[in-house]
């Protein structure tokens, strides 16, 4: 990743997470009251430097009961990948590498390889224009 870019990925990150504070409200009902935790699950940093953990939240209002998380940086409701994996996807394209080969290096299935560069792609398009 570019250092200009990887820079500002980790002022965005620290950005975001200046602005998350307050209480925990449902998404789906904007309930702020009855949300316990609900479990953890894991994401890729966008600074490639390993997983994050990000919590889980059960609304308990009767007529919601939804879960939801919170997520501490701006990108990462749009993608699972990285941006750095993300990047990497679209390099080794640029070499002209065959996607079965990215594939096996990457140890990542065909499918999702075709999803993360067409989503990779649209979200390096958005970073040139801004």
């Known amino acids: 990743m570019p250092h200009q870019l990887q820079n500002i990925l980790l002022d965005l990150n620290e950005i975001a997470k200046k602005n998350q504070t307050g209480p925990v409200a449902c998404h789906w009902c904007n309930n702020q009251e ?3 935790k609900y479990g953890t699950y894991q994401r890729y ?3 490639c430097q390993g997983k994050i953990r990000i919590q889980r939240f059960l609304c308990k209002r009767d007529q919601c009961r939804r ?3 919170i997520l501490p940086h701006p990108f990462l409701r749009f993608t699972r990948f990285s941006l750095c ?3 990497v996807l679209l390099q080794l394209l640029d ?3 065959p996607i079965t080969q990215i594939c096996r290096r990457l140890a990542i299935g065909r ?7 067409k989503k990779g792609r649209r979200i390096l398009d ?5």
């Open 85 to 87: 994996l993300l990047t």
């Open 34 to 36: 009855n949300i316990i």
């Open 111 to 117: 499918t999702r390889v075709y999803w993360a560069i």
């Open 45 to 47: 940093e966008f600074s």
């Open 126 to 130: 958005w970073i040139d224009q801004e």
């Open 95 to 97: 070499q002209q590498m």
């Open 67 to 69: 879960t939801f998380s």
